[in-house]
């Protein structure tokens, strides 16, 4: 099967016109691997477990297909985006931290051919907005978050990145740094929830 470009319109819920990405991937991306690529290009912490939905099948870790019993589950690591058949239009839903459930929604918006001796480029994000969302803050404390931001004009929410303490500004979005630290970043997360490997 010839490897595909699929272009993504990822949206955090409830929030599309402020937090967003369009990227490319590649069709042999697994649906694990684009849940390593939302939770990097989205600025979480990327320590809790997330589950991809697709037509009412749940696609969910190995250690939550091993620990739980949803059923009809299938492992995330082994789906393969080519092997669900996506048509333009698509959509499913990632949701990452079952305790605070934030939700992101992803819509299939274009499909071609992947052009011989670039299959490095990808991923790559295309376009985006807004920085990302916060670990261990629920949907509705966010929501206060960005509407404190948005009515002030500055945020004075305050963050630990990296040992440093830093103000937390939804807002802020670096289109050209994101994909400078796209791919290793992936691969760090990727680590995080498999191990060492990274075939």
Known sequence: MKTQVYALHIAYNGYED???R???VSSKY???QLGYLILHTFDTLAYHA???SFKDTPYVLPMILEESD?????DATQAKLQDLNLAIGDTMEMVYDYGCSHVFDIRVTSISDM???TGTHYPYVVEGQGRGILDDVSPEQFADYIHQIDMTGESNF???RNGCDVIWDYRYFDLKG???LLKSGVKRVRRAYEGESEE
């Open 18 to 20: 402020k937090i967003w």
């Open 22 to 24: 369009t990227v490319e």
């Open 30 to 32: 697994t649906l694990a």
């Open 50 to 52: 997330f589950e991809f």
């Open 70 to 74: 949803i059923e009809n589950a299938i």
């Open 115 to 117: 052009a011989k001796g």
């Open 158 to 160: 305050h963050v630990n």
């Open 178 to 180: 994101e994909n400078i």
